[in-house]
């Protein structure tokens, strides 16, 4: 037996002393790149992090570029971490350029605040260990351990600017891919340069990493290059500086002819001394190389070959059939020869070949059987290391040896060892593909459930888990063939979690009757005799999903007896999700602060957040401040412990919903600019920004917020959830009306009326129900103008529809929380007075009602609204003009406070229209008026604009609040001033001197033929 002490000394030999040289000790060329990272250093000191993919052939001198790069940096006094990726064949390393990376500063450690970087999960990572948690990762696993990652950086970068390398991604895993593009899409005002390196000259044209890196490179701030080859006089120069003056230039010549300007090739054609006769190809050339060592040193290399990117002697000298001293004179004369170089290992020093393509030619000059008889020997040398089996790095290198070996009886047990490791450092595409490949040789072996320390149903069961938050489809399918190798009758307790498992992942697949059906069997299948934590768990699952499908009576029954059996048992998490669930459904804010609690008191970071947001909901309508404080405090929650971005949308989104929905329109701006250089993932980022646009919509930036719902209509539809897509359409609807386009408001509001109302919040269904009989409102007036009585027809039969649904709206929600019923009713009353405004009836007694409803629910903007409505009617009514203003001039002080610009400026010009005068009442504010046109007055301007709309004078005086003969009166001074004897010619006077047109509605300009030629939205 060898002993493994015998071969440490040579990892602590400096074995840089050899001076033999091969490569150039200068760059060369290259000074257009250099030039671009030295600016990208600038940038990154002044507060702009940038990412940099540099991309070129095999050899082409991109690791020497980076070098360069990083002593330029640390030169500057930047931290520079680094690290690569691994070529393995069955296998992955997940997360292994970053765990080379950090380690570094994990052990340094130079500056105090490094250690603070250090988060539990940040440790997680680094230490690819995740102690002895089985419970698996939770759905937000990756986006939290990706965002610790990015804090990690941060963090560092605070010390000192960032330079972090990770070279060779043509080799990575599907988790470092991941992160790569997290961190080169998140990366803002950071001190931070990333620099990724990658070989394209073997990928094939339709090779999955090359739509990776377009997409990787298509961030505004990520930047991609290709390093080219040397040309003639650069090539001389690298040459020059390995060899010297004597060089010849015969010799030269020659190189440049078969290297091409690669400088690596030329590196080796010069070593191989260049003659006259060179070997055919490279790969006879490499191999020429090797072909000068002894021969125990030739079995050193071939052995470093098959270990990968980078080994420790200790793990050669245990794998190799050679003594121990035969083993140190191989690599001392593959290191001597440039073979074979030394790289620093955080405190360790471990041996790499010089070139990634030295060691493919090594590797593929063996036979077959020889290659699989040095993996073989190599995972049994790594087994007997310490932490073989919880190191995610070395269990999933010692899964590639065996299966690459063939030995798939040790390949299976290596790679369930390797999954479930993968599994706890998070790297889930990893830990995932490990699983498939257990289940791919399962019929392969003899005794497949001893070998995996499962069977295959549970194995099945693991690759769900670790797909669910990857790809939830996918975990559904493997949980239901999990649940057909379960036999129910002889063990139903184990059927039943796979059964609740279905449920919570068909949950987050919309599939709302699979959702049901399972936590159903789940319920049926586990006894609630003896109680158990698995019955009590599949009590809060149903529940849960009785709640989602709006059976809150069962689901409050059933989370209660969920709460109950989990408090009797000690089962504190599963109490704290029951009450969550529970808390929701009966919006129950203590209840949200018990189950906060709890998840503080076992540590579920998940739970705290959960509840945190369920608690904000709940306190929206009842303490809105109080809502919007814990709102931010759950953003902050979410950014220590590493889920901002999946969850912190959520979170910002009930803050600013409130703050504009109470009128602190102010602060929800701040919280938009705040919000504007994060990415939110999941739900939070639709929703955030449908708050966002309703706030730029209110104050007038409607091309803004059109921008903004175009990017998430998408992401909506295939989502396919009915209360958002009622809510996005609903915020079309309004867009379009802020437009003046209440054709295409009509069209918007049929979309959202498409969908299923039923069960839907008052919030989600009433706003539609106004803005859509407002477009239908409109749309008769405008028709009237034109004389139009069928299109008032198909108005008023839109209108009654729209009229049903508020009401069954307002009737659904009478005996619901106070808060909704409320809302509800404020609601109907609106819709109620548009309908008048709608059929031309009386509103002033339905606006005043809408006006106290308004007022009660304390929702500034909408009781503006309904103000100037109010007065509107009193004018029409003729209950004068004193009393029309005190309303008109609250309405204009909300508006001024709120910054609602289209709003402030119909309450302008209506009381232009009405003579009212604001300034009384409003602290001195001025109204802004209209320039004169050929001596017309303001009165008469107005009254040109709606002739231009074909008004006639009784029109026109029940618009402008004056009797017919008073408005004739207008018209005829109009047509004197502008020397016209008619109205059709006033008309077109109007026209050609630039007077807008007034609507009679809140459309902006936008006249009906206008709106008609124009495409409804999403060119539907």
């Known amino acids: 037996m060898r002993r493994t002490a015998a071969i440490a000394p040579l990892a602590r030999r400096n074995l840089r002393q050899v001076r033999t040289r091969v490569s150039s000790p200068i760059v060369v060329g290259r000074r257009e790149e250099l030039e671009r990272l030295d600016e990208a250093l600038t940038r990154a000191r002044e507060g702009t992090a940038s990412a940099y993919l540099i991309t070129g052939d095999a050899g082409i001198g991109k690791t020497r570029f980076v070098e360069e790069v990083a002593d330029r940096a640390r030169a500057l006094g930047w931290r520079v971490l680094s690290g690569g990726c691994v070529r393995l064949e069955g296998g992955a390393l997940p997360f292994q350029p970053f765990m080379e990376a950090f380690r570094e500063a994990v ?149 440049w002819i078969r290297s091409e300007g690669n400088p690596f090739f030329a590196e080796e054609l010069l070593a191989s001394g260049a003659g006259p006769d060179l070997p055919d190809t490279l790969r006879d050339l490499l191999l020429a190389r090797t072909a000068k060592l002894e021969v125990g040193s030739q079995a050193v290399v071939r052995l470093a070959s098959v270990a990968g990117r980078q080994v420790s002697a200790e793990v050669l000298g245990q794998a190799s059939e050679l003594d121990i001293e035969a083993v140190e004179d191989g690599l001392r004369e593959a290191v001597d020869h440039r073979i074979l170089v030394v790289e620093a290992e955080g405190a360790e020093e471990v041996l790499a070949f010089r070139h990634a393509l030295l060691r493919e ?47 798939m009886t040790n390949a299976l047990a290596a790679i369930a060892v390797a999954a479930r490791s993968a599994e706890r450092a998070w790297a889930l595409p990893d ?43 996918k975990a559904v399918s493997y949980i239901q063939s999990a649940i057909q190798l379960v036999d129910e009758g002889s063990d139903p307790v184990r059927a039943g979690l796979l059964y609740r498992r279905l449920s919570e992942y068909a949950w987050e697949t919309l599939d709302h009757n699979l959702g049901l059906e399972g936590s159903a069997e ?14 009590a768990a599949a009590l809060s699952c149903h529940g849960s999903s009785l709640g989602f499908v709006g059976r809150y009576k069962e689901s409050s029954e059933v989370l209660q007896e969920a709460i109950v059996m989990s408090h009797e048992l000690g089962a504190r998490d599963i109490e704290g999700q029951a009450l969550c669930a529970l808390a929701g459904v009966l919006n129950d804010a203590e209840m949200c602060r018990q189950a906060r609690e709890i998840g503080y008191e076992v540590g579920d970071h998940d739970l705290v957040s959960r509840a945190s947001i369920v608690l904000a909901a709940v306190l929206c309508d009842e303490a809105p401040d109080q809502a919007i404080a814990v709102a931010l405090e759950a953003f902050e929650h979410a950014q220590t412990h590493g889920f901002a971005m999946s969850r912190g949308g959520t979170d910002l989104c009930i803050a600013g919903y409130t703050m504009v929905a109470k009128g602190r329109w102010d602060e929800a701006e701040a919280l938009s600019e705040r919000a504007a250089g994060m990415t939110f993932t999941g739900l939070g980022g639709p929703d955030l920004a449908m708050v966002i646009a309703e706030l730029e919509m209110g104050r007038g930036r409607f091309e803004e917020a059109a921008r903004r719902l175009s990017s998430i209509r998408r992401a909506l539809v295939r989502l396919g959830d009915p209360a958002r897509q009622v809510s996005f359409f609903g915020l079309m609807t309004a867009l379009a009306l802020g437009r003046g386009e209440p054709n295409n408001a009509r ?125 509107e009617a009193m004018l029409v009514v003729g209950l004068g003009r004193s009393r029309a203003a005190a309303g008109l001039t609250e309405a204009f002080d909300i508006a001024s406070r709120l910054g609602a610009a289209p709003l402030g400026r119909r309450i302008e010009e209506l009381a232009r ?49 004056v009797s017919e003969r008073t408005a004739s009166a207008h018209v005829n001074h109009i047509c004197n001033k502008l020397g016209v004897n008619s109205r059709g010619a006033a008309a077109a006077a109007a026209a050609r001197i630039g007077v807008g047109k007034t609507a009679p509605d809140d459309s902006i300009t936008r006249s009906l033929d206008e709106g008609a030629d124009r495409p409804p939205y999403g060119g539907q």
Request: proline letters at 5%; charged letters at 25%; hydrophobic letters at 40%.
């Open 107 to 255: 052990s340094s450690r130079a500056e105090p605040s490094t250690g603070e970087v250090l988060s539990e999960f940040g440790r997680r990572m680094l230490q690819s260990t995740g102690g002895e948690d089985t419970q698996g990762p939770g759905r937000s696993a990756l986006s939290q351990l990706f965002e610790l990652t990015l804090g990690l950086m941060r963090r560092l970068s605070t010390e000192r600017p960032l330079l972090l390398v990770v070279e060779d991604i043509h080799w990575a895993d599907r988790s470092t891919l991941d992160l790569l593009g997290f961190l080169t899409h998140n990366l803002r005002q950071d001190a931070i340069v990333l620099v990724i390196t990658c070989r394209t000259d073997e990928l094939p044209r339709r090779h999955k990493l090359l739509s990776y890196l377009a997409e990787l490179s298509r961030g505004s701030h990520a930047h991609r290059f290709e390093i080219k080859p040397l040309k003639r006089e650069e090539q001389c120069e690298q040459l020059m500086a390995i060899a010297g003056p004597e060089l010849e230039p015969e010799q030269v010549e020659r190189i």
């Open 361 to 407: 030619a090594v590797y593929g000059d063996m036979l077959p059987a020889q290659r699989r008889r040095l993996h073989a020997a190599l995972a049994r040398a790594l087994e007997n290391l310490p932490d073989a089996a919880s190191d995610a790095i070395l269990s999933s290198q010692i899964a590639h040896h065996w299966y690459s070996a063939r030995e």
């Open 431 to 473: 830990a995932l593909a490990h699983y498939e490949r257990a289940l791919e040789i399962w019929n392969l072996v003899s005794d497949p459930e001893v070998l995996a320390g499962c069977d295959r149903a549970e194995l099945l069961a693991s690759a769900g888990r670790v797909a669910r938050p990857l790809d939830p489809a």
């Open 747 to 871: 069209v918007a509001a049929a979309q959202a009326f498409r969908l299923p109302f039923s069960d839907l919040a008052p919030d989600y269904v009433g706003g539609v129900c106004v803005s859509a009989l407002r477009a239908e409102a409109d749309l008769a007036a405008l028709a009237r103008g034109r004389r139009g009585r069928g299109d008032v027809g198909e108005c008023v039969t839109r209108g009654e529809d729209i009229l049903s649904r508020a009401r069954t709206l307002e009737r659904d929600n009478r005996d619901g929380p106070p808060a909704q019923a409320q809302l509800a009713r404020a609601y109907l009353a609106q819709c109620e007075a548009e309908w008048a405004r709608l059929v031309e009836s009386d509103s002033y007694e339905l606006w005043k009602k809408t006006v106290a409803y308004w007022r009660e629910c304390e929702v500034p903007y909408r009781l503006a609204y309904a103000l100037v409505r109010e007065a």
């Open 522 to 535: 789940a319920l049926r299948l586990i006894p609630p005799e003896p109680p158990s934590s698995a019955r």
């Open 913 to 961: 229209r009405s003579r009212i005068d604001l300034t009384r009442s409003t602290g001195g504010k001025t109204v802004a008026s209209k320039s004169s046109h050929f001596g017309l007055s303001n009165r008469e301007l107005e009254v040109l604009a709606l002739l231009l709309e074909g008004r006639t004078n009784r029109e026109i005086g029940a618009t402008l609040f």
